[in-house]
């Protein structure tokens, strides 16, 4: 939408390769570093990841720590995590040296030592900015200059955290990839301990437009206050998902508009850490930093996702916030229990027995005490989804359903179905204890006799299902996967196997003992 310039020539090729690149942007030539700050102030360049910090501050930031220490690196945060984002992905497989010329331009400019380029590994962007640099190494033999800073692309493991600045820093330094639980600055502690600039893959390739147009052009299209481009990924109830360049100031109604979008219930901006926009907003919503903040929002990474009207937004939600409880880094506690409990408050609304003041005490015992970002993202998405969705959860609570089914419209990583689980019981030994109940009151029932009823268990519950098995006096619990593997959908046993133990013979669970005796359970 309005003029190409992250995707000029995408029209043509699939891929700009190194001759294509510089027929359309032409060799980038070296610049001071005050020239380079001085743009990107003119401007008000932000970082396109999500938290929108000043490129001018970020720069002049490492360039003294560097004066310091003497050496520095440059970072490109190519390692998305957000599954509703395709937008870097996208850079890094069709237009790699867009990015590479701003992040080599920010290297010459700070003398920095490398240039890291930190992208999911074995994915197709991960293969094509390789090759991008090889293609810049060939061109340097054959007397070219484009392999002024050295390069390397490292691949890391993807998955919602991975992409958090400390995360990606920690994984490119051969560290596991979660947040660290003190915050540092990359700017002068990052890649092996140097001063180091880390942003987005869009910020560098912005840059690198900044640098060929000068402020003027690059002001000509977008708003005064925030001109240029930004990209926008567009998925979820549109026919025709896509990744989309538009100037800043487009109305959200016409990006929509484009990809055909179903909008329903609303619109989720911002992507899992984001907020929803309900339908009425949506119409008269800017797309800009200040025109998502008027609405309600935050532009965040440029993720626009439509819910559409054909699936349960409340049953979406809690899908998503299953989702982030299982992406917890696990060290510490408000993440590591906390958002669980949000989880299954948000199930236990779907199945129209909880309520909305549970989910708001859950989300109260996360906001603020993490160490890193993600349970306050977590709570403030699912408290824009408990606001956004007051109607569905009415009839939830009143009727036990909306009456439409969860179709799985929000984006999820391409990996194996969700587990789903069902406890089982052998009514020959439950004594109608009722301690299932207690361990598990969002998915166990108990009638008037005190025996249970049940219903299916989420994945994420597995572990305290699992306790509720081993905790049941009578030995009378047995928790089956329900899908997946290579059962055929059968029921399989989860966790390891229990055996009975009688007069010193081990015997798999399920077959059948004798009674009498004494009887004792070991764990294999």
Known sequence: MGPARLTAGLDHCRRLDLPAHRTLHGLVEPRELGELISYANEVDM?????AAFPFARKLRAVADAARSGGECVVLVNGAEGEPASSKDAMLLTRNPHL?????????????????VVATAGGEVAEA?????????????????????????????????ISGEGGALVKAVNGEEGIPPGRKKRAATSGVDGLPTLLSNTETYAQFALLAEYGPEKYAEVGTAKEPGTILLTVSGGAAHGAVIEAPTGTYLSDVLGLCEADIGDGVLIGGYHGAWLPADVVETAVLSREGMKQAGATLGAGIIVPLGESTCALGEAARVAAYLAAESAGQCGPCRLGLPDIAKAMYALVEGTGSVDAVRRCVRGVERRGACFHPDGTAKFVLSALDAFEVEIAQHLEQGSCGRPVRGVLPMPEREAEPEYRLEVDWSRC?????????????????????????KIPGFMAKEARRAVDMCPALALRLAQTNGGDHGGEPKPAGRPLRLVKDGVLKKAGE???RLGRVGIARV
């Open 128 to 160: 094509s900015v390789t090759a991008a640099v090889n293609e810049r190494r060939a061109a340097n033999v054959s007397g070219g200059a484009e392999s002024r800073v050295p390069i390397r692309v490292v691949g890391i493991k993807e998955r919602f």
């Open 46 to 50: 932000r970082g396109r990841g999500g």
């Open 512 to 514: 059948s003992v004798p």
């Open 99 to 115: 990015v590479l010329d701003g992040a080599v331009l920010a290297a010459e400019a700070l003398g920095a030592r490398e240039v």
């Open 431 to 455: 004594a109608g204890h009722g301690l299932c109940a207690h361990l598990l009151p969002e998915f166990v029932d108990l009638d008037d006799y005190g025996f249970p009823s049940f219903r």
